[in-house]
């Protein structure tokens, strides 16, 4: 999997690490089982402390999305067995990001077909 | 030792004029430091400006060398190492203005151009090749091998006493440390970052195993080639005593790393070429913010030791980091103080004065006093035998300080090494078992003799 990390950008780097690799487990170019690049390496490759890498996979490890043997280093989990797809914190989310685009003037059938789109574009 | 001396300036102006041209390449997507893409780069006006920077640096080449063969003047002679740092650090200075002169020429092309790119900087890397990283390098068992046979001098010198003499061990030990770099130097390229540069993951791990075996190699060489020659070195220190492989291991240690990094440099290039064929340029963005007075300033890049421009040349300061500008500072300082050591050392001559039963010897940090009942004997001579310095100064008209000379042992010096007479007071003791002394010229010097010897008698 290609992460391309925008060191310009106003979300922090470990949050970017976190989502793009969110992102990556869900449309299946990284799969349950697949390891992940040491701390150190990764670091070294976006040109980052290694405390931001070990903050992102720490975070991914707190949700569930992987896990991190000592001597396997971090892999991914099969978040799809036992897990719960809608977090408490998901159906909130979902309907800030609904009341802001409504705010901004889109219809419902707007708002209907741009999720739409969005779901077809993961589940592809 | 004249020879020696701009030998080694002319070294020094062939390594500044090499590392000033290679700021020509387009690399990374900059030239001489500023953002240009491939296609800007071949603009006529660019490469105009380029041709008239190659000419810039050849000339301040050949004007350095010139100015260099005043150095056997008489004049300038007296002050010959002064003179050499001066003239280094003038062609440093020119070399550096150079490229800003020719670098604000540039930026004048782009505004007129408005060739405007992107400021956010976008990083690229693929998960897949950085989970294979290390598996493709040069075993580092080459590297640390170098390092353990650079202890060689060390161990040679704790058996044989008689070298520790003019060979002091704290000395030999500057080999193993070079060492220890070369080998953080090859964990550096082991683990250096290939742009992913396509979207299949297989041309990229491909790439990045090609490019981490040639960036290995280029270590592990660079690794053999200060192994060649620490022994070089060695061999002619303690064995032929001849200054001249001193100067031949020091062309081996600067031209060496200089052909390593070109052949570096033209592999990775065709290694790229042939795995993504023209370089993409999604990646684009304006980095001169990154690069000022030719140091690496970035405060939103958390490293301290960044890679140079040119990767394989080493390493460098981000000056943006606080600590990077704190020791940026303090090379600065240690410079300074070089800098005014042998200026000041250079130019302040030895006073010898009487104060009762003690005689003072004001020189340049190595201040000595010498109690009458200390002496065991006074002498001259018309030369000293060979030796070595083992702290101290040993310029081209002066010498003072610590020495090991053969034959004495452990002496202490203050001499003008062209007048061919020398007081030699033997001491108790053998920390320094002598003290050798003399004045501006032969007569000033049997003078001197005259008064330690009445000195010593009243």
């Not at chain 2, 008239?52 to 301040?60: D, P, W």
């Not at chain 2, 240690?334 to 009762?356: H, M, P, Q, R, V």
Request: some cysteine; hydrophobic content about 45%.
């Amino acid at each position: 999997m290609i992460l391309r990390i925008e060191m310009t950008s106003d979300t922090p780097i470990y949050q970017q690490i976190r989502n793009k690799i969110v992102f990556g487990v869900a449309r299946g170019y990284i799969k349950p089982g697949d390891s992940l690049p040491t701390v150190r390496q990764l670091a070294n490759d976006i040109g980052v402390n290694p405390m931001t890498v070990n903050k992102a996979y720490a975070l991914l490890k707190k949700e569930g999305i992987i896990v991190i043997e000592r001597r396997h280093g971090a892999k991914i989990s099969d978040c799809r067995t036992g897990g719960n797809a809608f977090e408490s914190d998901f159906d909130r989310r979902v309907e800030l990001l609904v009341s802001e685009a409504r705010m901004k003037g889109a219809s419902k059938q707007d708002i209907k077909k741009h999720i739409s789109d969005l779901i077809d574009t993961v589940y592809d | 030792m004249l020879q020696l001396l701009l030998i080694a300036t002319w070294l020094i102006f062939g390594t500044m004029s090499v590392c000033a041209l290679s700021y020509k390449d387009h690399r990374d997507n900059q030239i001489l430091g500023v953002t240009l893409s491939r296609e800007h780069a071949k603009h006529p006006e660019v490469q105009k400006v380029i041709k008239k920077f190659k000419i810039a640096c050849y000339l301040v080449l050949l004007i350095s060398i010139a100015f260099s063969f005043l150095m056997p003047a008489k004049m300038i002679g007296q002050y010959a190492e002064f003179y050499m740092l001066v003239l280094i650090t003038a062609n440093i200075f020119a070399n550096w203005f150079v490229i800003h002169f020719y670098q604000q020429g540039l930026l004048s092309i782009k505004k007129e151009k408005a060739w405007i790119y992107k400021r956010t900087r976008v990083v690229t890397v693929d998960m897949n090749v950085s989970k294979e990283k290390g598996k493709s390098s040069v075993a580092s068992i080459w590297a640390w091998l170098f390092l353990f046979l650079s202890f060689i001098p060390a161990v040679f010198l704790l058996l044989h006493a008689k070298a520790r003499e003019s060979y002091p061990i704290g000395f030999s030990l500057i080999g193993p440390l070079c060492q220890l770099n070369a080998i953080y130097l090859y964990y550096q390229m082991r683990h250096r970052h290939v742009p992913a540069l396509s979207d299949n993951t297989e041309i990229n791990k491909a790439c990045a195993r090609t490019e981490e075996r040639i960036n290995t190699m280029a270590a592990t060489l660079l690794a053999f080639a200060m192994f060649v020659f620490w022994v070089m070195f060695n061999i002619s220190v303690i064995y032929e005593k001849n200054a001249i492989f001193v100067v031949l291991s020091a062309i081996i240690l600067v031209t060496v790393p200089i052909m390593i990094a070109y052949w570096q440099r033209k592999k990775i290039r065709t290694a790229e070429n042939n795995f993504f064929g023209e370089m993409q340029e999604r990646d684009i963005f304006e980095q001169e913010s990154t690069w000022k007075w030719g140091c690496y300033y970035n405060p939103n890049d958390p490293r301290i030791i960044v890679p140079k421009r040119i990767a394989s040349m080493g390493f460098t300061i981000n000056i943006g980091n606080p600590v990077g500008k704190a020791i940026g500072f303090g090379i600065i300082v240690l410079l300074l103080l070089i800098f005014s050591t042998i200026f000041y050392g250079g130019f302040k001559d030895y006073t010898i004065t009487e104060n009762g039963s003690r005689i003072i010897i004001d020189a340049a940090m190595y201040d000595r006093s010498v109690e009458k009942n200390q002496v065991v004997s006074l002498s001259t001579i018309d030369r000293i035998p060979v030796g070595t310095r083992t702290n101290g100064y040993g310029g081209l008209n002066k010498s003072y300080g610590h020495f090991s000379i053969n034959g004495y042992g452990k002496c202490m010096l203050y001499i003008y090494n062209k007048v061919d007479k020398y007081i030699v007071l033997k001491l108790k003791g053998d920390n320094p078992a002598y003290i050798i002394v003399n004045d501006k010229s032969q007569d000033k010097t049997e003078r001197l003799y005259q008064e330690i010897k009445r000195w010593l008698t009243e």
